[in-house]
């Protein structure tokens, strides 16, 4: 047969005739799995779940339209005039541009946070920073700790770094302060980071005690709770005279209110076991 297709005569033009027939036919068809299921395995529209994500957990924490399941730390509603949603993405309103009160002062602001608490989890977001931003990803969060110190819509806890690395003054104060760091502790490693105005894809596990923050698939740092290592980290940075702040607890996610203009999008998170526990391949 391979003879045909490449020699010249009737036999093989025949066959050659024959291919875009065939070839045409099968592209015409109907892909059943789309039609049954949607999107394959791996595709995902903006904010929104495969039936596979579905199934080993996932719930989507923003819905692209409202800030249902969000709320103000320290608040029972969205601080206005700070927080938007724009083209399918929760935004942080740069502070220059906050409606004023009718005294001529800025609305008063403070850090959006999720409704609920979770203790072990896998969470996920994109997010793109303005020109020169700063902000940051904030986890193991508790309210109560946070509003007993000035200021009291500021959010205690575990920090993903957001930033642009490049601009910002705080990116050059320290490794441990550029993106996808564990801000004030643990600088990333080996990471990919994509242009100012491009979204980044965030990842953070937090399992019993152990942390991982994952820049654009690839994991970029990693520690452990009560080691040696993380309490002389903890000793030497901002958080050291914050009584119980490395506590362990089910915490709200807290995205920071910090001057800048920044966007989050496709936010999900899957609560896991407690370490012993096999945990499903991540997706």
Not at 91 to 102: H, L, T
Request: with cysteine; glycine share 10%; net charge negative.
């Amino acid at each position: 047969m391979h003879d045909n297709y490449l020699r010249d005569g009737p036999a093989g033009k025949s066959h050659l005739l024959v291919l875009p027939v065939i070839f045409l036919a099968l592209v015409s068809l109907p892909r059943q799995h789309d039609q049954e299921t949607g999107p394959p395995a791996g595709e995902v529209g903006l904010n929104t779940l495969t039936q596979v994500q579905r199934a080993e957990g996932w719930i989507l924490l923003f819905d692209g339209k409202t800030f249902d399941g969000w709320r103000g730390l320290g608040r029972d509603t969205i601080p206005q005039g700070h927080w938007i949603i724009e083209e399918g993405a929760i935004k942080k309103v740069p502070s220059a541009d906050v409606p004023r009160q009718a005294d001529g002062q800025p609305l008063v602001g403070g850090d959006l946070m999720t409704v609920e608490t979770f203790a072990d989890f896998e969470f996920c977001l994109e997010w793109k920073i303005s020109r020169a931003g700063n902000s940051g990803i904030k986890y193991n969060v508790s309210e109560e700790m946070s509003t007993s110190r000035p200021p009291i819509y500021a959010a205690l806890g575990f920090e993903y770094q957001i930033i642009d690395d490049d601009r910002h003054p705080d990116a050059r104060v320290g490794p441990n302060r550029t993106a996808a760091g564990l801000y004030d502790l643990i600088a990333p490693v080996g990471k990919t980071l994509k242009p100012v105005g491009e979204f980044n894809t965030a990842r953070i596990i937090f399992r019993g005690l152990h942390g991982e923050h994952w820049l654009n698939g690839v994991k970029v740092l990693e520690y452990d709770l009560g080691t040696p290592r993380m309490d002389g980290l903890l000793a030497a940075s901002k958080y050291r005279d914050i009584p119980g702040f490395a506590a362990k607890r089910r915490g709200h996610i807290v995205l920071q209110d910090h001057t800048d203009a920044v966007w989050y999008r496709n936010i999900k998170i899957r609560e896991i076991e407690p370490p012993g526990v096999d945990l499903p391949v991540y997706r």
